[in-house]
């Protein structure tokens, strides 16, 4: 990695998450999905352009070394590129959220208190703890309007998850 950075906007438990699991700066492993896009999308920063301040919702991200895209030359990202790289982090985390806490009928605690557990573990304010359940809801009944059962590895009837 560099010394280089640029600043994401993301939800406020994402940028806990994202320190927590990457560290501040987060640091992508080498050949993750989010370097990748890091790399595809480094531009050179326009002529007059200062770097950017970050704001309290901003994430420091530090930019991979590469070989083709030096960090001290390739250190800009305009909106849409930040955009896609949102997008990467947020699918990293839905498939973190959905790999640890999967399916929580099997759990003999409440599925509130398993949420509060998985934030503390994961650096999240327990605050956003309601945040997480209605994200793993959405997730869990996209997929049933769907007929897919995430749980059972098999197709289902929508009449099944009545």
């Known amino acids: 990695m560099s010394k280089f950075v640029v600043y994401v906007q993301v939800?406020?438990?994402?940028?806990?998450?994202?320190?927590?699991?990457f560290g501040?700066?987060?640091?992508?492993p080498s050949s993750s999905n989010e370097n990748a896009v890091l790399r595809r999308f480094l531009s050179k920063r326009p002529i007059n352009n200062l770097p950017e301040q970050p704001g309290e919702r901003d994430v420091a991200i530090s930019i991979p070394y590469s070989k083709s895209k030096s960090p001290e030359t390739y250190n800009f990202l305009n909106g849409h590129a930040k955009q896609a790289l949102t997008?990467?982090?947020?699918?990293?985390?839905?498939?973190?959220?959905?790999?640890?806490?999967?399916?929580?009928?099997?759990?003999?605690?409440k599925k509130m208190s398993a949420f509060r557990s998985w934030c503390e573990q994961q650096g999240i304010d327990?605050?956003?703890?309601?945040?997480?359940?209605?994200?793993?809801?959405?997730?869990?009944?996209?997929?049933?309007?769907?007929?897919?059962?995430?749980?059972?590895l098999k197709r289902c009837k929508k009449d099944d998850f009545s």
Request: with cysteine; hydrophobic share 35%; glycine share 4%.
């Open 11 to 21: 939800e406020p438990y994402l940028k806990q998450w994202l320190t927590h699991s």
């Open 24 to 28: 501040d700066p987060v640091e992508f």
């Open 87 to 109: 997008e990467s982090i947020n699918d990293l985390f839905r498939i973190n959220m959905w790999s640890d806490l999967g399916d929580l009928n099997d759990m003999s605690c």
């Open 126 to 152: 327990i605050e956003y703890a309601e945040t997480i359940r209605m994200k793993w809801y959405r997730m869990r009944k996209a997929y049933q309007e769907k007929g897919i059962n995430l749980f059972n």
